[in-house]
C-alpha cells in the first residue's frame, strides 16, 4: 500500500483492531510500517469496528463517501463494518483476496451476505487498477512493483517487456530474422538457412 500511496492515489485510512492487548493481539506491523500516517483506533472490544464511535469518527474525518475496506476475517472483521458503512451512506467497496477466511464456505455465504446489503466486491488488482487509472503516468514503475507484489508472476511480464525495448534500443537483430550457415561436410559454409526452414 505504500507503494499505491507515493503513485498518489491520495488515500485516507483509518485502521483498527478489536482489543489489541486480547486474544486477537495487536495490529500486524506491517500494516503499521506501510502507512504510518493512518489513523489507528485501538478498540475497547466491540466486534464490529463500526460500532466503536472513535473508528466512525476516524472514517468520517477521512471527508470521504467512498470506503475501500478488508479485514482479518472475511465474515466478521471485513463484513460487519462494511455493511454498517453501507447503512450509513456510505459506498463500500471489500476487497475479498486482502480478507482471511477459514473455508471456502465461509466466503461464499459472506459475499452472498455483503452483496445483498449493496457492498461490492472486488480484488486488490482491481483497488489498484481502478486508482492507476492510466500506465501513461510518470509513476507507472512505481504501479508495477505494486502489481509484482499483487501477483508476483507479473515480474515475468515486466521483464520480458523490458527485454523487448532494449532489442529494439540495441537494434539487435531477433533470432527469427537471423541465417544460419549449414556446414558442408569438409566445415565450409555452405548456403543459409532461414529458421523458419527456407533456404
Not at 20 to 47: D, F, M, S, T, W
Request: aromatic share 8%; hydrophobic share 40%; charged share 20%.
Amino acid at each position: 500500500m505504500r507503494n499505491v500511496r507515493k503513485a498518489g492515489a491520495g488515500l485516507r485510512d483509518a485502521r483498527s483492531s478489536v482489543v489489541p492487548q486480547g486474544p486477537n493481539g495487536p495490529l500486524i506491523p506491517e500494516i503499521h510500517a506501510n502507512a504510518p500516517h493512518a489513523k489507528y483506533v485501538a478498540r475497547k472490544g466491540e466486534i464490529n469496528a463500526w460500532d466503536n464511535p472513535e473508528f466512525v469518527e476516524a472514517v468520517k474525518a477521512t471527508g470521504r463517501k467512498t470506503l475501500i475496506i478488508a479485514g482479518t476475517i472475511t465474515s466478521v472483521c471485513m463484513a460487519f463494518p462494511a455493511i454498517s458503512a453501507v447503512a450509513e451512506g456510505y459506498k463500500v467497496f471489500a476487497v475479498i483476496d486482502a480478507s482471511g477466511t477459514y473455508s471456502k464456505m465461509a466466503q461464499e455465504i459472506t459475499l452472498a451476505r455483503v452483496v445483498q446489503a449493496g457492498v461490492v466486491p472486488m480484488d486488490t488488482a482491481a483497488v489498484a487498477s481502478e486508482l492507476q487509472k492510466t500506465w501513461n503516468r510518470e509513476d507507472a514503475l512505481q504501479w508495477a512493483e505494486v502489481y509484482t507484489k499483487v501477483f508476483p508472476a507479473y515480474q515475468l511480464l515486466i521483464e520480458s517487456y523490458g527485454k523487448a525495448q532494449e532489442v529494439v534500443k540495441n537494434n539487435e537483430v531477433l533470432d527469427s530474422q537471423r541465417r544460419i550457415p549449414l556446414r558442408r561436410p569438409g566445415g565450409w559454409p555452405g548456403r543459409y538457412l532461414h529458421p523458419t526452414g527456407t533456404q
